[in-house]
């Protein structure tokens, strides 16, 4: 693929779309570089198409030119999944950005692509319900980046991610065909399963340009434990107790040692401790001091050092602004971060933090480990200097080893961020041939041309 | 397709499977001839393999001999899908019935997709979980027959049908390839959803021949309103109101008046009324009084007759009982019977409840209208003496009525009982031209050949 555009593409596609539809200047080349993995490329022009059959025309135009397209919705994924390849047309669907309905009585809502994860739980406040991901980015992030990545966050446990809360989707192929599938309905056993297959899919399968999601009604209260442990395989046998009992926590999350040290770095109020657990649940003012009885009692064991109900209101914020001060306080401790999101078995959970903390020491890497351990989802973070070459190398041949200790556990290599192009290379490491042919046969089912996000996702053969 | 096999064929497969394996005598050929849907073909031959690498070694043969390959499991589906084609070999898993691993840490458990449901059960009752899909015939039916068909049942409106219920899945392709995808974990963002579209795909393009399951803890205590209203609307009003609140019940069925007649009929005690919403819901001994609290104001409303609390043990039994036996009383009236399981969003089940009653009137036919409100699923039953010609054909001629007036409503065709025959040339009408066709071309994809289970789900073009 040549990086400048034919002409007659661009003379079609800035009169398809207009002036607001069609932008070549470095100003919007920039703003749609890159993503929150900080790779960047130019893209050689951005369009921003108003309407489904915008898209559908421009689908066909590139397919026609053999020009890639990358779909972009707030940039806030952190794979390189919407970093455009040279000479490509990033699609942002910043324009395609409305609430179409909200059907209370049906617990749905349908949207376009371009709509805001916070916008959208703005509009669904009023009437007490909620859309489950919740993704950190959330405020600043879009229904169709989360719907393309499977977007999860720590109300996964109990609500599910992305992939769990969509009913149905319009899309549009690699040959510009719209295709509809699910609805408004809870309950289907219709033709093959295309929406669950599309969410997760990154851009490369077809084009999200419409979605019916799934929404719960936002419950009525909610409370917290905050528990210290002795070490992090005490915690983590604690995470196994309180998944293994009939209350599911709304949020489950695991903080190392080294999390610890750096909240309290930060000036955060938070004892020593080997580990820490977040336990949340939700209910309504009758039930969750039960709910959160049962949590309690399941937290409790061998190893736990303190357990403190702190229960709505001041404290729980402060409890969960704790937990979100982490991810930023990351940076103060060295300039460059491998963020994963690997996922394991919950009870391999000791066995990952336990082999991670070995590898730590192995490659003389700081790394810490906290995230969604109801889901044995955990966000392994090496920090390094990226100008210290001999470190940055270390940090980059321990990263290999952690998907290794990962798969061997059983578990894969992405929860909640996707593959993109950051985790694409071990791709073989996590399937085999046979099954990574049948995702290459759906590829080519889907774009025959290989025109959407092409080398996203699936490995080169 | 010739209906004789080729006799270097059977001389293979005969080696490859053994005696046990390889039936060609007439009581195995008519035990497999037929399943819920009292379709009637008989194959040219069993196959009963006993591991993954023997589905291989048939399909691979069937693929070289241009022979169609029919999977199934315990033959209780009803829609044909496990009903075999003139000179077709049935895929039988009969033989590959092991419980592979209960993972009670994981809340999962690994199973070959010949363990029957209810047995499956009974293995994970001591472990204090159970496996979310209970269609009627859970005693008897195969969990590769659930996942083949995305099985649901009343339970569904809280805990999710197969789909939902499903971790991993390994699977033979149509070209003999064994694909693996997901595994012992509940959050997944790597590469495509291989699993979920293998779900509901009823033996079309892969075979499934291991499962990993996801589990739920077992309720500790359980319990049901049982509540009449003045007519369906009502009814269908409260339902629209209980999925509405935060509280989401455990069950929720519907029945119209004529199915409160028929139970009474058959000597059940159930008072008169226009239609009765039976609704349970699930807790611990402390919660479970409020639950049923939030259910019952919720279900209180105008048109309601009477709300009758009955707590766990026999009362409950009784509601349970009564629901059970609708189905089978069914055929005390007539012996033909057209059993559907339309879904529409929850808000328009009031309409799709009038206008059945309304063709009801317009063809001169009985249908008894019951089933998963929750779910906004519900069983229409058309009843009919299939000796009358004229009744035979007006009931024939309702069916297509039906789905126009679910599709009308935005519904679709089935919530869990799938497509197979039965329902495969009202696919056209659910689906527009593209999204068939990027079906097909994901056929295509997984079974190049078209030798597994063709002519099932999707129309011929």
Same mark, same amino acid.
């Given at each position: 693929?040549?990086?400048?555009?034919?002409?007659?593409?661009?003379?079609?596609?800035?009169?398809?779309?207009?002036?607001?539809?069609?932008?070549?200047?470095?100003?919007?080349?920039?703003?749609?570089?890159?993503?929150?993995?900080?790779?960047?490329?130019?893209?050689?022009?951005?369009?921003?198409?108003?309407?489904?059959?915008?898209?559908?025309?421009?689908?066909?135009?590139?397919?026609?030119?053999?020009?890639?397209?990358?779909?972009?919705?707030?940039?806030?994924?952190?794979?390189?999944?919407?970093?455009?390849?040279?000479?490509?047309?990033?699609?942002?669907?910043?324009?395609?950005?409305?609430?179409?309905?909200?059907?209370?009585?049906?617990?749905?809502?349908?949207?376009?692509?371009?709509?805001?994860?916070?916008?959208?739980?703005q509009?669904?406040a009023?009437?007490?319900?909620?859309?489950?991901?919740?993704?950190?980015?959330?405020?600043?992030?879009?229904?169709?980046?989360?719907?393309?990545?499977?977007?999860g966050?720590?109300?996964?446990?109990?609500?599910?991610?992305?992939?769990?809360?969509?009913?149905g989707?319009?899309?549009?192929?690699?040959?510009?065909?719209?295709?509809?599938?699910?609805g408004?309905?809870?309950?289907d056993?219709?033709?093959?399963?295309?929406?669950?297959l599309?969410v997760?899919?990154?851009?490369?399968?077809?084009?999200?340009?419409?979605?019916?999601?799934?929404?719960?009604?936002?419950?009525?209260?909610?409370?917290?434990?905050?528990?210290l442990?002795?070490?992090?395989?005490?915690?983590?046998?604690?995470?196994?107790?309180?998944?293994?009992?009939?209350?599911?926590?709304?949020?489950?999350?695991?903080?190392?040692?080294?999390?610890?040290?750096?909240?309290?770095?930060?000036?955060?109020?938070?004892?020593?401790?080997g580990?820490?657990?977040?336990?949340?649940?939700?209910?309504?003012?009758?039930?969750?001091?039960?709910?959160?009885?049962?949590?309690?009692?399941?937290a409790?064991?061998?190893?736990?050092?303190?357990?403190?109900?702190?229960?709505?209101?001041?404290?729980?914020d402060? #409890?969960?602004?704790?937990?979100? *001060?982490?991810?930023? @306080?990351?940076?103060?401790? =060295?300039?460059? &971060? $491998?963020? !994963?999101?690997?996922?394991?078995?919950?009870?391999?959970?000791?066995?990952?933090?336990?082999?991670?903390?070995?590898?730590?020491?192995?490659?003389?890497?700081?790394?810490?480990?906290?995230?969604?351990?109801?889901?044995?989802?955990?966000?392994?973070?090496? #920090?390094?200097?990226?100008?210290? *070459?001999?470190?940055? @190398?270390?940090?980059?041949? =321990?990263?290999? &080893? $952690?998907? !290794?200790?990962?798969?061997?556990?059983?578990?894969?290599?992405?929860?909640?961020?996707?593959?993109?192009?950051?985790?694409?290379?071990?791709?073989?490491?996590?399937?085999?041939?046979?099954?990574?042919?049948?995702?290459?046969a759906?590829?080519?089912?889907?774009?025959?041309?290989?025109?959407?996000?092409?080398?996203?996702?699936?490995?080169?053969?």
């Open positions: 693929m040549s990086t400048a555009l034919p002409a007659a593409l661009v003379a079609e596609l800035s009169a398809l779309l207009g002036a607001d539809g069609w932008r070549m200047d470095d100003g919007a080349l920039e703003a749609n570089a890159q993503d929150n993995s900080w790779r960047h490329q130019r893209p050689a022009a951005v369009a921003l198409p108003a309407d489904i059959e915008q898209v559908q025309a421009l689908v066909r135009a590139c397919r026609t030119h053999g020009v890639a397209l990358v779909a972009r919705g707030a940039g806030t994924g952190t794979t390189g999944a919407a970093v455009p390849l040279p000479g490509s047309i990033v699609l942002s669907f910043t324009r395609m950005d409305r609430i179409l309905g909200i059907r209370a009585g049906d617990r749905c809502a349908v949207v376009q692509p371009g709509v805001l994860n916070g916008t959208l739980q509009a669904l009023p009437h007490g319900l909620f859309w489950a991901p919740d993704p950190s980015s959330a405020e600043i992030c879009s229904i169709g980046g989360n719907l393309a990545c499977n977007a966050g720590p109300r996964a446990v109990k609500y599910g991610t992305s992939r769990d809360n969509v009913l989707l319009v899309a549009v192929t690699g040959t510009g065909e719209v295709i509809r599938c699910g408004a309905y809870t309950k056993a219709t033709g093959y399963d295309l929406t669950h599309l997760g899919s990154e851009g490369t399968l077809a084009l999200i340009v419409e979605a019916t999601l799934k929404l719960t009604p936002l419950p009525v209260s909610q409370a917290g434990l905050r528990v442990y002795r070490d992090a395989d005490a915690a983590a046998a604690a995470v196994s107790r309180l998944m293994s009992q009939p209350v599911v926590p709304t949020r489950l999350e695991f903080m190392d040692a080294r999390s610890l040290q750096l909240l309290r770095l930060n000036g955060a109020d938070v004892p020593e401790a580990a820490m657990l977040l336990v949340e649940a939700d209910g309504d003012h009758d039930t969750l001091p039960y709910l959160l009885q049962a949590l309690a009692t399941a409790e064991g061998d190893g736990m050092i303190e357990l403190d109900v702190a229960m709505e209101g001041r404290a729980r402060q #409890l969960w602004a704790a937990r979100k *001060a982490l991810s930023p @306080a990351l940076r103060s401790v =060295a300039p460059g &971060k $491998i963020n !994963e999101d690997v996922v394991v078995p919950v009870s391999r959970i000791p066995e990952l933090v336990s082999g991670v903390q070995a590898l730590a020491r192995e490659y003389a890497l700081t790394i810490v480990t906290f995230g969604h351990a109801g889901n044995g989802n955990l966000h392994v973070n090496i #920090l390094y200097h990226p100008d210290d *070459a001999d470190e940055n @190398a270390r940090a980059h041949a =321990a990263l290999p &080893k $952690i998907f !290794e200790l990962t798969l061997a556990l059983g578990g894969t290599l992405s929860g909640e961020h996707g593959i993109g192009l950051a985790k694409r290379d071990f791709m073989a490491q996590a399937f085999t041939p046979a099954t990574l042919a049948a995702m290459r759906i590829k080519h089912a889907m774009d025959p041309d290989g025109i959407l996000n092409p080398g996203k996702v699936l490995p080169p053969v």
